[in-house]
């Protein structure tokens, strides 16, 4: 599962779509985990190294900015010359701000549906265009536009009447893949040097201030005062610098025996099978998709009031929800879920219940199809009607 959310999201869309009824073709800018897993389902993916959506942080600002406005026109017109080959009906942008789909789409008087996964206050949005512009382009560019929570549309476009413009289809996930697996769960605390019979309490993110590792690791060392055998585990890859501020701040708050710093993971199953308790530290998130999977596995989970999960997690049902930037808060919680084992398998299996329900991959799949039908039927008749 080595892809980042807004692959992940379209990996299970694609794959919970009707084949019968549509045939997806994937258009990605380099070989990679999408790309191989697309290609095992036959689902026809098209690479292209023109193609380039976002800054690569090797990349100097200023180079990336030329390289992207100066090949912008020619990754439009290979978008044109695919659509028209390949006779396509409707442009899925799988982004906020994918200005070679939807200007392609507008050229080839087609409909284009945009899939926000993000914000504006993801960073690499700022790169390109002042949000202003960015909210003009989008909406401009896009027949329909798809969100994934109720907060993450009132962000980015509050108080705007976009009429039918504007949907929420909440995430899907492959719940199979997420079922705990004792031997397999146990070896991954082996091969990384976590106690087998300790408590352990995880935040998945890549390294970033807006995911609040450092309040992640105080309310680690407030838990270890009253559980010291407890362990904590911190996985994503990400800001190589920041990653060594947290390293540092574990090691000033007494945690270099309870605290593991682990790389980003191609499949992160036996993490969640592993784990007594999920955290989501962060100040900002516009979905929770660490949160679901944590309850697929049949896990309590605890997260700051940061946003999209608020609406994925009942408070004292499937897990506890706490003030942004509040260690103390965050530890009370971990700790009433770690001190109380009854408690812990209740919300977990009110959870899981709550994850099949409100996030299959059949579920998600058929929100998205009803969209493109939609999109797709309004087109047609706008077409008959001049």
């Known amino acids: 599962m080595g892809v980042c959310g807004s692959e992940q999201a379209l990996y299970v869309l694609l794959k919970g779509l009707d084949k019968e009824r549509y045939e997806p073709i994937v258009a990605v800018p380099s ?18 190294p023109v193609m380039i959506w976002m800054p690569l942080k ?38 906020l701000l994918l200005l070679e789909g939807g200007i392609a789409a507008r050229l080839m008087r087609l409909p284009h549906i945009y899939h926000v996964h993000n914000a504006f206050f993801s960073t690499y949005f700022r790169t390109y ?25 009132k962000e980015l476009f509050n108080n705007q009447a976009q009429g039918n413009k504007f949907k929420v289809a909440t995430q899907g996930f492959d719940a199979q893949y ?57 996985i994503g890859g990400g800001d190589k610098r920041y990653l060594k501020e947290l390293k540092d701040l574990a090691l000033g708050l007494g945690l270099e025996g309870n605290v593991f710093f682990v790389d980003f993971m191609e499949d992160i199953a036996p993490v969640y099978g592993s784990l007594d308790v999920l955290v989501c530290a962060s100040l900002k998130e516009t979905f929770g ?48 879920i770690l001190e109380d084992r009854d408690l812990a398998q209740q919300m977990g299996r009110e959870g899981r219940k709550r994850a099949e329900s409100c996030y299959s991959m059949q579920s998600y799949a058929h929100q998205i199809q009803e969209i493109i039908d939609e999109c797709i039927s309004e087109h047609r008749t706008k077409r008959q009607l001049q």
């Not at 990349?59 to 978008?79: C, D, N, Q, V």
């Not at 700051?304 to 706490?322: A, K, N, S």
């Open 178 to 234: 997420f079922l705990p697996d004792e031997e397999r769960d146990i070896a991954w605390r082996r091969k990384t040097g976590i106690s087998e019979s300790s408590p352990l309490v995880v935040l998945i993110a890549a390294s970033a201030r807006n995911k609040g590792q450092e309040e992640f690791l105080r309310a680690a060392s407030i838990v270890k005062e009253s559980m010291p055998i407890a362990q904590f585990a911190i």
């Open 31 to 48: 070989q990679g985990p999408l790309r191989q897993r697309l290609s095992e389902t036959g689902i026809k993916t098209l690479v292209s």
């Open 129 to 153: 265009l002042p949000v202003g512009l960015i909210k003009w382009l989008t909406l401009k560019l896009a027949d329909r536009m798809i969100f994934v929570s109720q907060k993450q549309m």
């Open 289 to 336: 998709r660490t949160i679901v999977e944590a309850m697929l596995a049949g896990k309590p989970v605890v997260s700051t009031r940061c946003g999209g999960p608020e609406e994925i997690v009942i408070d004292g049902v499937t897990g506890f929800l706490v003030p942004v930037k509040a260690p103390q808060e965050l530890a009370r919680a971990i700790l009433k």
């Open 58 to 95: 090797q990349m100097p600002f200023l180079r990336f900015m030329a390289k992207y406005y100066i090949l912008l026109p020619g990754r439009i017109f290979k978008i044109a010359h695919l659509i028209r080959k390949e006779k396509v009906d409707l442009v899925f942008s799988n982004e």
